[in-house]
């Protein structure tokens, strides 16, 4: 029976032979003493791309295919593949974790019964040499791995063994373990899938949009078709993001695409509106609605930030009725909403929060708000990324189903479609109402800690307080405008999860989306006009100050001034007008003088809610008389004044004549 080359044979022989090099050796070090050189070890590294089980007899196999490829700068010698196994089963999804993400594994060792179990790839003489790859495929019965008990997962791997000169001594160079559930006559095991339909923003504002990749997810074996087709042939249970519906309502209008100066027509119409009446059809019974544009509620939360949330029910009022009637599935970045993140959504009403941080096993726990537990698996360490979610996700579902558990999981790319059509026989399709209604628990949940989670950079978040209250601005001076109609969903948008991981996409975006707000808010947008003298000729006149509004839309706006001297000279504010684009409308001031002199009104355009727009100007204002009143109020101070005066001239006199007398 042929066994693993481990030079076992060749230390025998040459057993005599290295007693005599040693002595001469040992002979000669008086003579010449120089360092032994010791190569540095080769860097090789293993993935597994293929692991099958073929039945559940004894002598049934388990099939492991996979790459060894030297990624290093030294060559390997005498590399070999050798069958690794553990015959304790796996019994809870932590150890399942901990297996498939290259943490601790139960005790096992390598396999070497038959020649199935282990194989070459390059001769002991032949070097592997750096960037070298070579592809390989053993194999071991459940006889051999131990197996006693079907409808379970087991722990199987590979060691790669060699060294780097060519000698006796092997050691393990690489390795890898994963998972592989063996399946009985009688296994069976239930999970239910929720279909995702949910993308990347685009919409700008109106009928424009920043890019046309929609249209391409919406074509046959796109995305979103491939989704959909899951979704109707399998009546699996879905749950639509509010912000694509509007998006694809609109899309189906017709459409254009923004590229700076420049827009044409956008090519997904007509897969919009298929898209969308094939959605029609879909089984309300089975369907739900997430928080517009999937927002990263759990970065919010976080940062104490309720600006987030709070934007995101906003935009939700203008949802279609046949949306808004669906029961409300939270979904937060990364899957991953922990207790903080529960906190601040309690008060959303809302069917479910799904998360992947649950560190029990069950599939829902009821506290202040039902959360539902969802299978969302890290990639897999060495193991192609297919097939290690595929080998992780049925072994879980066997565990989940033998403590009376269904297994969630979230399906929204074409990988997980693909996924579920290679589902093995003996998973059932169960619905995610069902989990809902039928399992609760009324233990307080418990959150996994430690746990990575993919969120948008704080900043992100941070920056949007500011962003709302421009658009908020914007909205007031621009009422009509596209994009202030649809400020709320716009913001919304700029929150999404979808963004995390592509900041550059969401800055362009965000930049296609503002652009408008941008132009309208900046200095020379809308101005104001007028002479920078003017000369009252009563005490209250008026003068005319111009407001031109170069923008693209109707601006409404209102002058508000402001004197330097109340107490001279009185204004007030201008009434709100309306302006519109490439037109100009002249306002009369009347100012109101109680004393001659010299003042200086400031205007300043501003919103309806007193915020200001644009640059402010001044204007002198002389007021050289103040009308009859003041005439009167001349002569008055005239006759008290004569009046005085020959009142004291008669009693000077009366002084003098009494002196005289005297």
């Given at each position: ?14 057993r005599?032979f ?8 040992c002979?000669s ?11 540095d ?24 295919s ?16 050798i069958?690794?196994r553990?015959a ?6 932590a ?17 070497v ?23 390989f ?5 459940l ?9 379970a ?7 790669i063994?060699?060294?780097a ?7 393990t ?17 239930t ?6 339909f949910?993308?990347?923003?685009s ?5 424009r949009?920043a890019?046309d990749?929609?249209?391409?997810e919406?074509a046959?074996?796109?995305?979103l078709?491939?989704?959909?087709k ?9 749950v639509i993001?509010p912000?694509?519906?509007a998006?694809?309502t ?17 090519s ?10 094939r959605?029609?059809e ?16 759990g970065?919010?939360?976080r940062?104490d930030?309720?600006g987030?949330l ?16 669906l029961?409300l599935?939270?979904?937060p ?8 993140t529960?906190?601040?959504l309690s008060?959303?009403?809302?069917t ?7 560190s ?5 726990v009821?506290d ?5 537990r969802?299978?969302a698996?890290d ?6 990324a ?5 080998l ?16 969630v999981?979230?399906v ?14 003996w998973l059932?399709?169960?619905?995610v109402?069902?989990v ?5 628990s009324?233990?307080?949940p ?8 993919s ?6 978040i ?13 909205a007031?001076?621009a009422?009509?405008?596209?994009t ?7 913001l ?13 996409d ?5 930049s296609?989306a503002t652009?408008?707000s941008t ?5 020379g ?7 920078s ?12 100050i111009?407001v ?9 706006v ?7 001297n109340?107490?001279?000279l ?23 003088a ?7 009104v ?7 809610q007193n915020?200001?727009?644009g ?18 109020l001349?002569a008055?101070?005239?006759l ?18 009494a002196?005289?007398?005297?």
């Open positions: 029976m042929a066994q693993p080359y481990d030079g076992r044979v060749m230390r025998a022989l040459s005599p290295g007693l005599l090099v040693a002595t001469l050796l002979l070090a008086s003579i010449l003493t120089a360092p032994v050189a010791r190569a070890d080769p860097t090789l590294t293993v993935q597994l791309t293929g692991v099958s089980a073929t039945g559940s007899e004894p002598s049934s196999e388990v099939v492991l996979g790459t060894v490829t030297n990624t290093g700068s030294v060559a390997a010698y005498g590399v070999q593949v069958f690794w553990s304790e089963r796996i019994r809870d999804v150890t399942l974790t901990s297996v498939t993400h290259g943490g601790e594994v139960p005790a096992g060792s390598r396999l019964t038959r020649e199935a179990n282990f194989t070459k790839l390059v001769t002991d003489a032949t070097s592997f040499a750096p960037g070298a790859a070579a592809g495929t053993i194999r071991a019965t006889a051999e791995i131990g197996v006693t008990t079907l409808g997962p087991y722990v199987v791997g590979v060691d063994r060699g060294n000169d060519g000698s006796s001594s092997f050691q160079l690489a390795r890898v373990r994963t998972v592989v559930p063996v399946a009985g006559p009688d296994t069976s095991a999970a239910a899938p929720l279909v995702l949910s993308s990347t923003p919409n700008i504002a109106g009928s949009f890019d990749h929609l249209a391409s919406l046959a074996g796109g995305r078709d491939r989704l959909l899951a979704a109707e042939e399998k009546r699996l249970s879905w993001d912000s694509l519906f998006e694809l609109t899309m189906s209008q017709g459409y254009s695409v923004v590229s700076g100066e420049t827009a044409v027509d956008g997904g119409a007509q897969a919009a509106k298929d898209w969308l009446a959605f029609a879909l089984p309300a019974s089975l369907g739900y609605r997430t928080l517009y544009a999937l927002p990263d509620v970065t919010a939360a940062l930030d309720p987030v709070s934007r995101a029910l906003a935009a939700a009022e203008t949802e279609d009725a046949s949306i808004a009637a029961g599935i939270v979904l970045s990364d899957l991953a909403a922990d207790a903080t529960v906190s601040s008060d959303t009403g809302a479910a929060i799904a998360t992947r941080l649950l029990t096993d069950a599939t829902w009821q202040e708000v039902p959360l539902l969802v299978s698996p990639p897999p360490t060495g193991v192609s297919a097939l290690g979610t595929s992780y996700l049925a072994g879980e579902a066997m565990l989940l189903s033998e403590s009376g558990h269904v297994q999981r979230v929204s790319s074409t990988a997980d479609v693909t996924a579920l059509d290679a589902s093995p026989s059932q399709t169960g619905h109402g069902d809902i209604s039928q399992l609760p009324t233990a307080t418990t959150f996994t800690t430690g746990t990575s989670v969120g948008l950079p704080d900043t992100t941070g920056q949007l307080t500011t962003l709302s209250g421009r658009m908020d601005v914007f007031q001076l009422p009509t405008a596209p202030a109609t649809a400020r709320t969903q716009l919304a948008r700029a929150a999404s999860s979808a963004w995390v991981g592509k900041e550059e969401r800055a362009r975006w965000l296609s652009a408008e132009a309208g808010l900046q200095d947008a809308v101005v104001l006009s007028a002479s003298r003017f000369v009252m000729s009563s005490n209250v006149n008026e003068f005319p111009t031109t509004n170069t923008f693209s839309y109707p601006v409404v209102k002058v508000r001034l402001t004197s330097s109340p107490q001279r009185k204004v007030g504010d201008s009434t709100t007008i309306t302006v519109d684009p490439e037109e100009s409308r002249t306002v009369n001031i009347r100012p109101e109680t004393a001659n002199g010299i003042a200086t400031t205007a300043q355009l501003s919103t309806t915020t200001p727009i640059t402010s100007i001044d204007v002198i204002v002389e007021a050289t008389q103040y009308g009859i009143w003041g005439w009167i001349v008055v101070s005239g008290v004044l004569v009046g005085s005066t020959v009142a004291s001239l008669k009693k000077s006199r009366g002084r003098t004549r002196e005289e007398a005297a």
